[in-house]
């Protein structure tokens, strides 16, 4: 029997928290393990319980979102420990590229249909990244405007030209199935590379592999990338 994904809602509203819990506990794979209302219960549930997933709000009073993620990722390791789903009433948050570098997986409207959620928390479980179209290219003009001049600051001289290859790909955008079509492998190969080069880079998923990408020049915000 498959180990149900035990999930945490973090959220300063009441009824938004009652309200994924109760969706999220029709699901017979999830389990919802406890709720927090601010970054700081956060952090200690995290500490308390074995979580797979939190739903974490970006704006809440005593700690907020960011610091909280930051602090629970630090807790864990960069590979271990929850996933961490940000909720956000704006795709376009101002916040998403602080959020993301701190450790967060994904971003999530608040206002997201039962199916979406579902289908969100269990990428999100499997190691998968969550960006929606929108914060991916708030995301990169982030980098563009935010990433200094000078050395990178990371390095991928430990990733065979292979992994790199692949690294490159994924920060376009494309799935592992893509990816096997485009360097005409099987997807099972794919799938081996993206773990090795996450291992490699200390990364929890694609979406940090994404940003690794960028910082470390692999990859340069508003270039063209062929698909």
Known sequence: ????????VVDDQEVIRAGFGTLLGTQPDFVV??????GSEAVRLCRDQALDVVLMDVRMPVLD??????????????T????????????LDEHVYDALAAGASGFLLKDVTAERLFDAVRVIAS??????????????AEFARRRPAGDPAVSLGH???????????IAGGLSKPEIATRLV?????????????????GARDRTQAVIAAYESGL?????????
């Not at 029997?1 to 945490?8: D, K, N, S, V, W």
């Open 219 to 227: 990859v340069v915000p508003g270039a063209s990338h062929d698909r």
């Open 80 to 91: 271990a420990g929850p996933r961490i789903l940000m909720l956000t009433t704006f795709d």
């Open 127 to 140: 190691g998968g990244g969550l960006l929606a179209p929108t914060v991916t290219r708030r995301l990169i």
């Open 159 to 169: 990733l065979t030209p292979r992994e790199i290859e692949v690294l490159r790909l």
């Open 65 to 78: 979102g960011i610091e909280a993620t930051r602090r629970i990722v630090t807790d864990s390791g960069p």
């Open 185 to 201: 492998v099987s997807d099972e190969t794919v799938k081996t590379h993206v773990s090795r080069l996450l291992g490699k880079l």
């Open 33 to 38: 393990a406890g709720t927090a209302a601010d």
């Open 1 to 8: 029997m498959t180990t149900p994904t035990r999930i945490a």
